[in-house]
């Protein structure tokens, strides 16, 4: 498996801020500075007062990813896990709500007629690439001049006659004047324009998620449930609603805890649980709920604390109680920097102190019940971070079960597993930067003594790690603040 493989952490996609993806096709960028600029005018320094989106560069060959067959019926449908991990990404890299297309065409163009008729011709094209994806087509003319439809009488009718040849609504064809002074400003008045026509294919699958709903029933579709509720919270996300996206993230963790669990898919149920915690702690921050934040993530804890799972695997508990942690204070810390005032009583340096115990108590329970692991003879743990499921293991990818479907690979998957923690994990690169950051935030608040005892803490992990000089740098720093207090 890959070294940097963290399988009690949350997936990159998880943690990427969801915004509307739309593409942009047409824009020759190497080749004209025309099209540079106003590819750069939506795509580089963004600013937080604009529209949150996401602007990609097509290519003339571009392709969308292929289609799954729509289900007719979920009658005898059992699925195999609770969330995929490929759909995430697919919404925000592969699919985009809308794609764009540039092309330079003035209203008195002389050859107006054939240009016309090619960019029909690129419009057809382009809707054929889309195939059966509901993704927005619009059309952009970049245009020397000032002059825009409603202006004058041949303007409106040439862009009457260019959406009917091109087989698009009238509010899907803008004009953008391409100006060196005003452009920033006619692309923000562009955007605002296309966000929602993006927003509007958000809503559109979420409408067709909801539709789903009918065929389901509780007694084989309980994952599906979860799933669902998932993908709705996600779509809100993508059009920027987060009280919607809230609620449905709540129920989908509603759903989730009233999943059968057992110490053969509890792994896979509470790496979905942080995925799903992460997500509404952050949009509570987001909208200035911190109490809300607070109280979801205290909840979060109290629900999974006492799921141990298999005592072969303590250690993963505490790797994974570690991680929630740590987490949270990375949300917590980030809203702080965005104006979220936190006080001496509640701040993000509490988390990640409460991170670093448990990855102690990580590394110290897995030589506790590893001590006599073989090296393994299989590779069993091969792909685990491509699986198809968050959170399943790699040796029985694709089953999601109340009890494992062999016996014996369960017992060598677990070894390999353990064999894994103590010989290829470094506990002292997960503890040591968490003591770190507890330190610089109960500096930051101004708590002296809780600063030292951490100092201490350090110092030891250091020792363990066998840094000799930065133990040593830290104890001589600890007994000169000990001193200079005590004078």
């Known amino acids: 498996m890959e070294d940097d493989f963290d399988p009690y952490s949350l997936p990159p996609e998880v943690t990427t801020q969801p915004h509307a993806l739309i593409g942009m096709l047409g824009l020759d960028i190497s080749n004209k500075a025309t099209h540079k600029a106003v590819w750069e005018a939506f795509a580089l320094n963004r600013r937080t007062d604009r529209t949150p989106l996401h602007f990609c560069h097509l290519n ?4 969308m990813p292929p289609m799954k067959q729509k289900r007719q019926s979920y009658e005898w449908y059992i699925p195999k896990g609770i969330l995929k991990s490929n759909w995430i990404p697919k919404y925000l890299y592969h699919v985009p709500a809308l794609v764009v297309l540039f092309y330079d065409l003035d209203w008195n163009d002389s050859s107006w007629t054939e240009k016309k008729n090619e960019v029909a011709g690129q419009v057809q094209s382009l809707k054929t690439v889309l195939g059966g994806r509901n993704s927005r087509v619009a059309l952009v003319l970049i245009q020397s001049g000032i002059s825009v439809p409603g202006e004058d009488t041949g303007a409106a009718e040439k862009a009457a006659t260019l959406c009917t040849a091109c ?3 009238a509010k899907h064809l803008f004009v953008l004047p391409h100006s060196d002074v ?4 006619y692309t923000v008045r562009l955007e605002n324009a296309l966000s929602e026509i993006a927003w509007n294919f958000y809503q559109g699958e979420a409408k067709g998620v909801r539709a789903h709903r009918d065929f389901l029933n509780k007694t084989n579709h309980t994952l599906l449930f979860v799933r669902h509720q998932f993908k709705l919270g996600f779509l809100n996300e993508m059009r920027n609603d987060a ?3 809230i609620k449905h993230y709540a129920q989908c963790y509603h759903h989730l805890l009233e999943l059968r ?3 053969t898919n509890l792994h896979e149920i509470r790496i979905v649980a942080a995925i799903v915690n992460y997500k509404i702690c952050r949009l509570d921050f987001t909208l200035n709920l911190p109490r809300d934040a607070i109280a979801q993530f205290r909840r979060h804890i109290d629900l999974f604390r006492q799921r141990t799972g298999p005592k072969e695997l303590i250690f993963e508990h505490y790797a994974w109680l570690s991680r929630q942690y740590q987490i949270f204070g990375d949300v917590f810390e980030e809203a702080v920097r965005t104006g979220l005032p936190a006080v001496q009583t509640q701040h993000p340096g509490f988390y990640y102190q409460q991170a670093a115990q448990y990855a102690v108590l990580r590394r110290k329970t897995a030589l506790q019940v590893c001590k006599e692991v073989a090296a393994p003879v299989s ?4 792909g685990w971070s491509k699986l198809e499921f968050y959170g399943q293991r790699p040796w029985r990818p694709g089953k999601h079960s109340l009890e494992p479907p062999e016996q014996q690979r369960e017992m060598e998957g677990i070894k390999e597993v353990q064999y894994h923690e103590v010989k290829e994990v470094n506990h002292s690169d997960f503890i040591i930067p968490l003591f770190s950051s507890a330190i610089s935030q109960f500096k930051k608040y101004r708590c002296p003594r809780i600063k030292r005892h951490l100092m201490v803490q350090m110092a030891e992990e250091y020792h363990q790690a066998n840094d000799s000089s930065k ?3 830290s104890v001589i720093f600890i007994s000169l603040v000990w001193f200079l207090h005590s004078l």
Do not use: I, V
């Open 471 to 473: 133990a040593l740098t």
């Open 167 to 169: 087989d698009l609504p």
């Open 182 to 185: 005003h452009l920033l400003g």
């Open 60 to 63: 003339n060959d571009f392709q």
């Open 243 to 245: 009280q919607a996206a």
């Open 379 to 382: 590779d069993l743990l091969d």
């Open 261 to 263: 669990s057992t110490d």
